[in-house]
């Protein structure tokens, strides 16, 4: 199986146990919902970086259009390249179509 689906297995889990906390929330007094609520979601953000993170660090490209950024996908190989594209935005990564290739980054500059 692909890293990245047994890691999309376990975070499923994990995003499973959050729907479960979030219907426990509910029969929670109106006064503790909010306080809660705040904690669920600063929960979930984190869940969604950390699955950013070790997607990266298995070698996937992120796409910055939104934050938590989004997993690129490898949708083709163009010679040695892998190509990944963003299921949200479709941006492509390298964009070969339109000559930009990744370059390598910028050495600090000598005074
Ligand atoms: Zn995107």
Redesign the pocket.
């Known amino acids: 199986m692909e890293p990245l689906t047994l890691l999309s297995a376990g975070f499923k889990t994990l995003k499973e146990v959050v729907t479960a906390i979030k219907a426990i929330k509910e029969l929670l007094p109106e006064n503790k919902k909010n306080e809660v609520s705040m904690g669920i979601d600063g929960v979930e953000a984190n869940l969604k970086i950390a699955e950013a993170q070790i997607a990266q660090a298995l070698g996937y490209q992120l796409?910055?259009?939104?934050f938590p950024p989004?997993i690129?996908l490898n949708v083709e190989n163009s010679g040695r390249n892998k190509i990944f594209q963003?299921?949200?935005?479709?941006?492509k990564y390298p964009n070969i179509y339109e000559g930009e290739v990744p370059q390598p980054q910028p050495e600090g500059e000598y005074v």
């Open positions: 796409c910055q259009c939104e989004v690129m963003c299921p949200k935005c479709n941006k």
